[in-house]
């Protein structure tokens, strides 16, 4: 059902007109995609989407369309003149899905590690700072360069 | 009842890799094509974590620093986006054309 819900507005953020509406369908799909983390034991994960997604960057999508918005944007077409592309490059990969999908079983593992979901988040964290140290330090040093460009091209004059 | 396996959750995010592409070359509009990018990133993300029920933590610890990059790109994205829209008074993909000559 998560997934249902997760596909059905995400056919939603891309068919709207209106951006506002599009944004609401995205927050539907993230949630709904927390929803199918917490099926998946990763309660972390989930909890960090919510917080960061749906608090963090959707804001930033919405008071960017609320800085942007424009009435004449509503009345234009709303699709460009690639959807031959669109639709070519859609079916290429579908077809690519449907063949994981029907031959694809044999490639997954069936046994399932067992791990407790209790000590996810300490197990995520001792992850972070033991194995991933290296990627941690350079994932800060891109938010501190994604922070000064962001600022610097919001600046008044360029 | 079938049991639901890891290959469910790849459908699931084959679908929405598939409607983010679609969005992303289809509409006009820069936010909705920033939103499908974002699309994409999450299915990468489903992906990641569904792999990571099999394989042990690491798919989770990726998965956190792939939404750490979808932040910083939707910062810097949009911070592009204001920029632009401030010279063209415009948000259409097909009008930013200011490198070309």
């Not at chain 1, 209106?18 to 309660?43: D, K, Q, R």
């Not at chain 1, 959807?83 to 063949?99: E, Q």
């Amino acid at each position: 059902m998560l997934s249902g819900l997760a596909i059905l507005s995400g056919v939603l953020v891309i068919t709207r007109k209106n951006p506002v509406h599009s944004a609401l369908a995205l927050i539907l799909t993230l949630l709904s995609f927390a929803g199918l983390y917490l099926m998946l034991y990763a309660p972390f994960v989930a909890g960090v989407q919510i917080i960061l997604y749906v608090g963090g960057i959707m804001v930033l999508f919405l008071f960017v369309i609320m800085l942007v918005n424009l009435e004449r944007s509503q009345k234009e077409k709303s699709f460009n003149q690639q959807w031959i592309a669109g639709v070519l490059a859609a079916i290429c990969l579908g077809a690519l899905f449907i063949s994981i999908y029907t031959r694809g079983s044999s490639l997954v593992l069936r046994s399932e590690v067992q791990f407790s979901e209790l000590t996810n988040t300490q197990d995520v964290g001792q992850m972070l700072y033991s194995n991933y140290l290296l990627p941690f330090e350079i994932a800060s040093l891109l938010l501190l360069v994604a922070i000064v460009g962001a600022v610097v091209m919001a600046k008044k004059r360029i | 009842m079938v049991p639901i396996t890891t290959l469910h959750y790849l459908v699931v995010a084959a679908a929405l890799f598939v409607l983010g592409v679609i969005g992303v070359l289809t509409r006009r509009n820069v936010v909705i094509v920033l939103m499908s990018v974002e699309l994409i990133l999450n299915a990468v993300n489903l992906n990641l974590v569904a792999f990571s029920r099999l394989w042990g933590l690491h798919g989770q610890v990726f998965a956190i620093f792939v939404i750490t990059d979808a932040a910083a790109e939707a910062a810097v994205g949009l911070g592009i986006l204001i920029a632009f829209f401030r010279n063209k008074e415009t948000v259409n993909v097909d009008e930013v054309d200011l490198l070309k000559w």
